[in-house]
């Protein structure tokens, strides 16, 4: 039952900073919040994984983190809906350049969330 909770109070820190993240005066068509929070996102769950794979973590702590807080901050279904949402408007060039950005951005910033924590 502790996992749950675990997980159940990291999720909804990430949640409530997802949140403040989306409520920064930011308005264009191009879905940046979303991306700079998955980006963050995955940035923090590489320097989790890494520190994991260093140091003495508590396998508690690392539920916590990495799916609690790290999975209540990211958000798959937003990136989702707002390709398409643009795809729907007829912005297909920015839309995969959104996709495209998403996917590779995530991927360099769990890299790099391990290598910072290898240093």
Known sequence: MDKFI???IGGAIG?????GISCLPI???????????N???????????GLAERENISSSMTLFLKTGVC????????FSLEAMNLMDMGKY????LY?????MGCLIGVWLGKQIIRL
């Open 27 to 37: 308005k264009n068509d191009f879905p940046i919040l979303t991306l700079i929070t």
């Open 6 to 8: 675990y997980v159940g």
């Open 39 to 49: 980006m963050l996102g995955a940035l923090l769950i590489g320097i989790v994984v």
């Open 99 to 103: 996709i495209g950005l998403s996917v």
């Open 71 to 78: 999975g209540g901050f990211t958000t798959f279904s937003t």
């Open 15 to 19: 949640a409530i900073l997802r949140y």
């Open 93 to 96: 060039g920015v839309s995969l």
